[in-house]
């Protein structure tokens, strides 16, 4: 079992964990805290969740309910409301995306044996794609320092590191990976979005939000 693995999971479900990996996580202290971090975040949700309604409200929301669909929802949005003021900030927090935090993973473990192994890059096959891609040339980005393929997000995806004024930074095409919104991520100093594009879609991993700001508002040609 890989860190990758467990933190594929963790995301997905920190306390449904399958006992291999929870095995991987005792002997491996990195992903052992990382563990430990995902599973206090989900107990302090769990304490925002069980604050009390006010007893006033929770009695003019049901009894606007019973009184007709049209003000019910008026209510029914003013309880939400109220609650989400009641639980602070906990409540507009987002889970991080499990693709966007991949691409981080894939970074911090995962890369540099990828350029270790990678066979010479075809840079006739990354301009396809690119175009496939309707997105600009890595070079409109900074400094090309590498192209390959490695697998991710279920598929292989073309793999380029590039090196900007404001620091180093991965993407990993996606020809195969359709997106209906953009994914954004944040763990370890590293930044990432997953942003669509009209032949598929591309990870972003950088260290710098400025550089990763940079390089997506410059995505798409033309």
Do not use: N
Not at 80 to 109: E, H, N, S, Y
Not at 140 to 146: D, L, P, T
Not at 164 to 180: N, R, S, V, W
């Amino acid at each position: 079992m890989s860190c990758l693995e467990l933190r594929r999971a963790v995301m997905i479900d920190p306390r449904r964990i399958d006992p291999k990996l929870l095995e991987h996580a005792t002997r491996c202290s990195a992903c052992g805290e990382f563990l430990a971090q995902a599973l206090e975040l989900e107990r302090e949700l769990d304490d925002m969740l069980k604050l009390p309604v006010a007893p006033e409200l929770r009695k003019r929301v049901f009894a606007e309910a019973a009184s007709g669909p049209r003000r019910s929802r008026r209510y029914a949005l003013a309880a939400g409301l109220a609650l989400g003021a009641a639980l602070g900030t906990g409540l507009l927090w987002q889970r991080d995306d499990p693709l966007a935090l991949a691409g981080i993973d894939f970074v911090i473990f995962e890369e540099a044996q990828a350029i270790l192994d990678a066979k010479p890059a075809d840079r006739a096959t990354l301009d396809r794609v690119v175009r496939r891609l309707g997105m600009m040339k890595p070079e409109h980005f900074g400094e090309v320092r590498y192209v390959g393929t490695c697998p991710f997000g279920g598929g292989m995806a073309h793999h380029v590191v590039i090196k900007t004024a404001l620091g180093k930074a991965t993407l990993l095409l996606m020809p195969d990976h359709p997106l209906a919104k953009r994914l954004i991520a944040k763990a370890r100093g590293l930044e990432s979005v997953v942003a669509p594009l009209p032949g598929g879609s591309v990870a972003i991993v950088a260290d710098s939000s400025r550089s990763l700001e940079r390089i997506e508002s410059m995505l798409k040609a033309g």
